[in-house]
């Protein structure tokens, strides 16, 4: 009788710590993410390989805040310090949302656009199907879809808008952290 009540105890408490210890894809791509953090990385525009807007300037990420819930990461463009991502998560789902500020810190009118994943996604991968705010703000991106990837030597951050042609590629370099940059527009250090 010892020894059923011992196995049964046993049991339990061995499933109760892997239970425990499983973690969802969506906050093993949350850590890895964060395990960043602090870090600016430089990186190149893959697609599309002419682009007006980014086309041979330099490109830098810079996990610059990050919280439990909560990664800002702003996004340069040559001199223009303009963006930020956004990405809460919240009960196991991330959101992803652009911060578009002008050079003296005020919103700029498209702003706060973006999506939330439909489910937990894989830990390297998530996806991003933008959301009703988007589809209100701006009418034509309804069909956007964006996606961030991250392993460990590559983030990358990517759009395409169904049903069209256009995909958006930025791949960021994780093996070489380099100097972190100034402040993105809007912030205050």
């Known amino acids: 009788m010892f020894l059923k009540r011992f196995l049964f105890t046993f049991i339990i408490l061995s499933c109760l710590h892997v239970a425990a210890q499983e973690v969802s894809p969506s906050q093993t791509f949350w850590n890895t993410l964060k395990s960043h953090c602090g870090n600016a990385y430089a990186g190149t525009l893959e697609l599309p390989k002419e682009d007006e807007a980014f086309g041979g300037k330099r490109l830098v990420m810079h996990l610059k805040s990050c919280s439990e819930n909560e990664i800002k990461i702003p996004f340069f463009v040559g001199d223009d310090k303009s963006r930020t991502w956004i990405l809460t998560m919240n009960d196991g789902i991330i959101s992803l949302k652009h911060d578009h500020r002008h050079e003296d810190g005020t919103e700029e009118d498209i702003n706060f656009y973006g999506g939330t994943s439909s489910n937990v996604g894989l830990p390297g991968l998530q996806f991003f199907p933008a959301d009703v705010h988007t589809q209100t703000l701006i009418p034509a991106a309804a069909s956007n879809v964006w996606w961030i990837t991250i392993d460990d030597t590559t983030f990358t951050y ?23 940059p100034d402040a993105p527009w809007g912030w205050e250090d």
């Open 158 to 180: 990517n759009l395409k808008r169904l049903g069209s042609e256009r995909v958006f590629k930025v791949v960021m370099d994780l093996t070489k952290p380099i100097v972190t």
